[in-house]
């Protein structure tokens, strides 16, 4: 399970110091949701740049330069491509059309590799199943919420993506992973983390004066765009390849009538339980098995501790 964190300073009321140790503090909350590697994006000079090392975010040092109002950020836990191999970590940067980008991913995709032969995707050496969505959108020729659409509506599994592209325009694609964002309209910042509870942590550390947090609502199935001006527009997606459908009787999904997700503000234990359940399978333990081991007694946190110390 990976986190998403970032910052917005699109009116410049920081310096680059203070963006970098306010990055640093959100970074090292980050780190309860993995600590394999660590990578942020931004632009500098006219030019999208990505910085990443197969680190945890403590021993990383972020330099962000004084232009570099609009940074990316991604903590990586490990389930496909070897965190050691830097390619293989987030954020992933690429072109569409005549548009840099750099996106990141938190969830679990289960089929790239089916994606990579019926769509006829390039071959690449990196091993991650988040780079797929990076290929699609390179397939789609541009950066829009239509291929944003195109390629949420692809894949399966589970997810929450940020893109920011080389003019500081930064899309959430909110899937059924969780994701915090706060607006702080005194200073024209946000500020998000793929939980409250990393923003809440990160933001008790942070030195600087924010002003009132506004929250920022994206439910599933949603896009949201926060532009170079810090302008919100919205679009949508169709949320039928989640991995939530597994969890539903075949009868409810041979439903003719597709059933949308809820727009209602989701509960965040259940997100993280889903999440759980997901990167579970991609270890081949069903979610059945881990409903099963709730019902023994075990806390949520016990089995995400035994999953990745292999002893379920």
């Known amino acids: 399970m990976c986190c998403l964190f970032g910052m917005l300073d699109l009116e410049h009321h920081f310096s680059g110091k203070q963006r970098a140790k306010i990055l640093r503090i959100l970074a090292t909350a980050s780190e309860a949701r993995g600590t ?22 403590h021993r990383v040092r972020f330099h962000i330069p004084e ?14 491509g070897d965190a050691r191999r830097n390619y293989n970590n987030h954020p992933f940067q690429a072109r569409a059309g005549n548009q840099s980008f750099a996106l990141a991913h938190n969830g679990v995709l289960y089929n790239d590799g ?24 390179q397939q789609q020729g541009a950066l ?35 994701l915090c964002i706060y607006h702080y309209p005194e200073t024209g910042v946000y500020l998000y983390a793929s939980t409250e509870e990393v ?16 929250p920022v609502n994206v439910v599933c199935g949603e896009l949201l765009k ?6 919100q527009s919205r679009s949508e997606f169709d949320t039928i390849n989640l991995v939530q ?27 993280y ?10 270890y081949g333990f069903s979610p059945s098995y881990v409903d099963s081991l709730l019902s023994d007694g075990f806390t949520t946190d016990d089995v995400e501790e035994m999953l990745y110390a292999g002893e379920l």
């Not at 994606?115 to 780079?131: A, G, M, Q, V």
């Open 144 to 178: 829009t919420f239509d291929s944003l659409k195109h390629m949420a509506e692809q894949v399966e599994g589970s997810f929450s993506f940020t893109v920011l592209d080389n003019r500081n325009d930064l899309y959430f694609v909110k899937g059924d992973n969780p």
């Open 273 to 282: 339980l889903r999440e759980l359940k997901s990167v579970a399978s991609f």
């Open 36 to 57: 394999d590697a660590t990578g942020i994006a931004y632009n500098s000079g006219g030019k999208l740049h990505v910085f990443k090392r197969p680190l945890p975010a």
């Open 245 to 271: 459908r597994w969890y539903y009787p075949r009868s409810f999904w041979d439903d003719p009538a597709p059933r949308p997700y809820s727009s209602k503000k989701s509960d965040p234990s259940k997100e």
């Open 114 to 137: 089916l994606l990579r032969k019926t769509k006829k995707l390039p071959r690449t050496n990196i091993e991650t199943d988040s780079f797929v969505a990076v290929q699609l959108l």
């Open 199 to 214: 923003l809440t942590a990160a933001l008790l550390r942070i030195p600087f004066h924010l002003g009132k947090a506004v």
């Open 67 to 80: 232009d570099a109002v609009a940074v990316m950020g991604h903590t990586r836990m490990t389930t496909q």
């Open 226 to 231: 926060v532009d170079a001006r810090g302008h």
